[in-house]
């Protein structure tokens, strides 16, 4: 957790989340959305994994906060998926549904 804390020294360290041993994704995004309904049940969640490479800052954001205005406004989980450069199964893929409020804006 301190390393994390040193990247981001703008997020207080309450705020900030470490797994005490490897348990995969799930459970850490249960535990974090369990402590975020507790603490701020109108709170949201924005998972971002960090194998992503962003290139561009300013678009990420938009459909970030685009995602979750969508959340927000639909009462829905949000997926946002990247275009991959490669095949790779073992992640599963994602097949996109009909678009939902002002999608794609």
């Known amino acids: 957790m301190d390393q994390v804390a040193a990247t981001v020294p703008e997020v207080p360290a309450a705020n900030i989340f470490a797994e005490p041993r490897a348990a995969s994704t799930a459970p850490a995004l249960a535990w974090a959305a369990h402590w975020i309904a507790k603490h701020d049940p109108g709170g949201q969640m924005l998972s971002l994994h960090a194998d992503w490479a962003v290139g561009d800052d300013r678009a990420f954001r938009a459909a970030a906060t685009h995602a ?18 490669r095949n790779e199964a073992a992640y599963g893929y994602i097949i996109p549904g009909a678009p939902l409020g002002n999608a794609g804006k």
Not at 68 to 85: C, F, I, N, R
């Open 68 to 85: 979750l205005g969508v959340a927000a406004e639909q009462d829905v989980l949000v997926t946002v998926g990247v275009k991959p450069s």
